[in-house]
T-cell receptor, first 115, second 112 residues
Framework: NAGVMQNPRHLVRRRGQEARLRCSPM?????VYWYRQLPEEGLKFMVY????????ESGMPKERFSAEFPKEGPSILRIQQVVRGDSAAYFC?????????????FGPGTRLLVL | AQSVTQPDIHITVSEGASLELRCNYS??????LFWYVQSPGQGLQLLLK??????LVQGIKGFEAEFKRSQSSFNLRKPSVHWSDAAEYFC??????????FGRGTSLIVHP
């Protein structure tokens, strides 16, 4: 059973470009979470999605950031018009919901560098 | 609101020595508690979790943690540290919203 997959693992963008980060949850998991980690800091929650629905986006910046989890395919975190402050590691986690819904399993992350 | 404090930014131990990493939380009721480990350039791996029941929780890699309600703590312990345990350790608390709050992390350095 493959774990949570994220790609790309590393992404370099110039200011003003778009960044698309992909996350495939573990098989059987229908809940996806996105986090951002800045150097020497813990993870900051961004958004919680279930298939085709955004459940909680209280941690998402109001502008330039969006997320989706379509019926088919991976979850996508999209950052438009990136700025240097967007440079960070972005982690995706998934959970099965139900009785073990509180346990999240993390992917390896995407390291975004904005030049 | 839920919050987590990991008071130690760095901890240095000798290989073979015992380890205790501190975690204090703030939440109105009994929360869900987690410890994760992160190796450089990697994602987070779940070490152990507490939901209810026995307050001493066993995890992977020889780690354990004890939930102490009176102290609002969930400290992580290991009796004998190995060099491969050097990593960043994160405590997390969650109050039933499915959205955990993470501490800032404790960096473990292991001397040979």
């Amino acid at each position: 059973n493959a774990g949570v997959m994220q790609n790309p693992r590393h992404l370099v963008r110039r200011r003003g470009q778009e960044a698309r980060l992909r996350c495939s949850p573990m098989k059987g998991h229908s809940h996806v979470y996105w986090y951002r980690q800045l150097p020497e800091e813990g993870l900051k929650f961004m958004v919680y999605l279930q298939k085709e629905n955004i459940i909680d986006e209280s941690g998402m910046p109001k502008e330039r950031f969006s997320a989706e989890f379509p019926k088919e395919g991976p979850s996508i975190l999209r950052i438009q018009q990136v700025v240097r402050g967007d440079s960070a590691a972005y982690f995706c986690a998934s959970s099965p919901g139900g009785e073990d819904g509180e346990t999240q399993y993390f992917g390896p992350g995407t390291r975004l560098l904005v030049l | 609101a839920q919050s987590v404090t990991q008071p130690d930014i760095h901890i240095t131990v000798s290989e073979g020595a015992s380890l205790e990493l501190r975690c204090n939380y703030s939440y109105g009721a009994t929360p869900y508690l987690f410890w994760y480990v992160q190796s450089p350039g990697q994602g987070l791996q779940l070490l152990l979790k507490y939901f209810s029941g026995d307050t001493l929780v066993q995890g992977i890699k020889g780690f354990e943690a004890e939930f102490k309600r009176s102290q609002s703590s969930f400290n992580l312990r290991k009796p004998s540290v190995h060099w491969s345990d050097a990593a960043e350790y994160f405590c997390a608390v969650e109050g039933g919203s499915y959205i955990p709050t993470f501490g800032r992390g404790t960096s473990l350095i292991v001397h040979p």
